[in-house]
């Protein structure tokens, strides 16, 4: 089974703290993915990552940047963490080529409460 | 408009019942779909997966694509209480594995 595991199930943060959301996938999949959950708004792409090191912006990047120095391991960080970031952060992967490959594997989530 | 539409719900059914869940969209070079199941307080795991139009059945569920009209739907037969969740559709026009296009959710509810 495919196992997308993210670090922290649930975090609180302060105004401006700076903020580490970690995620492991143990499938070798190329590509990975942070999206935010919010009610009414479903989720949105921040940002996603092809292969090591490389990363493209999604939807609503601002405000947070992403590190995959390991292909297993894709790090979304908030530079300077604010209210509005108070949401649940989903890690996703999926592998890059034939049919049925681009399903897209999630982790349990980080419920991210920023004060 | 939203690329992908979902009624968010809540939709309140009895056990047993026959359960339909739909999406609309409006990119016609969408050609494969698929239905996430998120319970509360976890992450969506994959249910169906589709390509193109017509049927797919996998137990109690059946995934329909009509591509003329830009529709999707998801039947749950003899529904039960573990079916309550949020049903997330999703789609993407191609299978390089990088780009999912997701409806907001329909939250269900299924009363024993």
């Known amino acids: 089974d495919v196992k997308v595991t993210q670090s922290s199930r649930y975090l609180v943060k302060r105004t401006g703290e700076k903020v580490f959301l970690e995620c492991v996938q143990d499938m070798d999949h190329e590509n990975m993915f942070w999206y935010r959950q919010d009610p009414g708004l479903g989720l949105r792409l921040i940002y996603f990552s092809y292969d090591v090191k490389m990363k493209e912006k999604g939807d609503i990047p601002e405000g947070y940047s992403v590190s995959r120095e390991k292909k297993e391991r894709f790090s979304l960080i908030l530079e300077s963490a604010s209210t509005n970031q108070t949401s649940m952060y989903l890690c996703?992967?999926?592998?890059?080529?034939?049919?049925?490959?681009?399903?897209?594997?999630f982790g349990a989530g980080t419920r991210l409460s920023v004060l | 408009q939203k690329e992908v539409e979902q009624d968010p719900g809540p939709l309140s059914v009895p056990e047993g019942a026959i359960v339909s869940l739909n999406c609309t969209y409006s990119?016609?070079?969408?050609?494969?779909f698929m239905w996430y199941r998120q319970y509360s307080r976890k992450g969506p795991e994959l249910l169906m997966y589709?390509?193109?139009?017509g049927n797919k059945e996998d137990g109690r569920f059946t995934a329909q694509v009509d591509k003329s009209s830009k529709y999707i739907s998801l039947f749950i037969r003899d529904s039960q209480p573990s079916d309550s969740a949020t049903y997330l559709c999703?789609?993407?026009?191609?299978?390089?594995?990088?780009?999912?296009?997701f409806g907001g959710g329909t939250r269900l509810m299924v009363k024993p």
């Open positions: 589709t390509y193109s139009s």
């Open positions: 990119n016609s070079a969408f050609q494969y």
């Open positions: 996703a992967s999926s592998a890059s080529g034939a049919l049925g490959e681009n399903i897209q594997y």
């Open positions: 999703a789609m993407s026009a191609n299978n390089a594995g990088n780009m999912l296009t």
